[in-house]
């Protein structure tokens, strides 16, 4: 039998290591099973150890930690942070992003991740172009408030600065089809949550249609991901896609789905709100491609079995355990998965 496991993290362990503590319980339920593993992560450090250990050898460029926001990039909606935090949409600067991807730039290498999922600006990446060196008719660093009257940007010292790199825009899945103008674009969503002013929604859009009229970017899905920082990666000719996604790239998921008897993805918590994250999500459509079953597990599962189908999951255990499970518990706590789906 041919195992295939690709979960998130699980209690204290990363997803190589939470991958190798279901791998053992697999082969130990029946040794001649079959088992690879594949790390896989949605964003931050975890994306680049999945990376590492799968070989890539692309440097992975995150903003500054004042410029992060929670993996869901929740806008909260209470009244006494609404205009607090739509003025720092609107002022934040990509610019510690750029001066960050700068860096990794100077090293020449082949490929850069730029990680978007956790950042929060709403500037269209003007800052990161910016720190990169390009040039305009208004300051490019001074967030989407500095927009206004905006006609031409020149890439030159931009495109001469990232050289022959390659670059990945990763972003949370959820954002991969939002727009960046518009109704359904960003300054409409994120103005919209936050009960703004519509004067000062449409003000901010045309802003940001302004920079994109000077990349010479017609909108498109995806473009409004991130605070539309996609938008200036975009201009750099830059691949959009989400970290699992990059994840079974590199790892070449899909053709070893294909040769296994069964998936097994995971994450720590498995609920109807977050579906187990991005991870899990990827490894279901997966294993719907390629026509294999594909199992769940967590230490807390909080769908019932027709939510699951939904998911795209045959099935998902919730194998219970404190939030430090250790790779020793997670062994033993998956042994009766482990024997339910061996033959």
């Keep these: 039998m041919r195992v295939l496991i690709c979960t998130d993290s699980i209690g204290a362990l990363a997803s ?3 991958g190798a503590a279901l791998g053992r319980a697999f082969r130990a339920a029946a040794p ?15 994306l680049g150890a999945a990376l590492g250990v799968l070989g890539d050898d692309a440097v992975v460029v995150r903003a500054p930690g004042d410029a992060h926001r929670d993996i869901h990039g929740d806008i909260h909606r209470d009244a006494d942070r609404d ?3 739509w003025e720092h949409l609107v002022h934040a600067s990509s610019a510690g992003l750029g001066e960050a991807l700068l860096r990794a730039l100077a090293d020449a290498p082949a490929r850069v991740v730029v990680d978007l999922t956790a950042l929060v600006t709403h500037d269209g990446g003007a800052g990161l172009l910016h720190a990169l060196g390009a040039r305009a008719d208004v300051a490019l660093d001074a967030g989407a408030a500095g927009l206004a ?10 495109r001469a600065a990232l050289g022959a790199a390659d670059l990945i825009a990763v972003v949370p899945a959820a954002e991969l089809g939002d727009l960046l103008l518009g109704l359904r674009g960003l300054a409409a969503r994120r103005g919209h949550a936050a009960g703004i002013d519509p004067a000062v929604m ?6 940001l249609g302004a920079l994109a009229s000077a990349l010479g970017q017609a909108d498109a899905p995806g473009l409004g991901a991130a605070g539309g920082c996609v938008l200036a990666l975009a201009a750099l000719g830059a691949e959009v896609t989400s970290g699992p996604a990059l994840c079974a790239q590199v790892a070449g998921l899909e053709r070893t789905a ?9 994450a720590d918590t498995l609920d109807f709100a977050t579906r187990g994250g991005d991870v899990v999500a990827e ?3 997966t294993a719907g491609r390629v026509l294999r079953p594909c199992v769940a597990v967590a230490r807390r599962v909080d769908v019932s079995a027709r939510e699951l189908r939904t998911f795209g999951l045959e099935v998902a255990y919730e194998l219970g355990g404190e939030p430090d499970l250790d790779a020793d518990g997670l062994t033993a706590r998956a042994g009766g998965v482990a ?5």
């Design 16 to 18: 190589a290591d939470a």
């Design 32 to 46: 001649a099973t079959q088992v690879a593993v594949v790390p896989m992560a949605s964003g931050g450090d975890a």
């Design 83 to 85: 205009a607090p935090a």
């Design 149 to 158: 009257g905006l006609t031409d940007v020149d890439l030159t010292p931009a």
């Design 202 to 207: 449409l003000a901010t859009d045309a802003a």
């Design 258 to 266: 294909g040769l296994a008897d069964v998936l097994v993805t995971g």
């Design 283 to 285: 490894v279901a459509a």
């Design 339 to 343: 024997s339910s789906w061996t033959w």
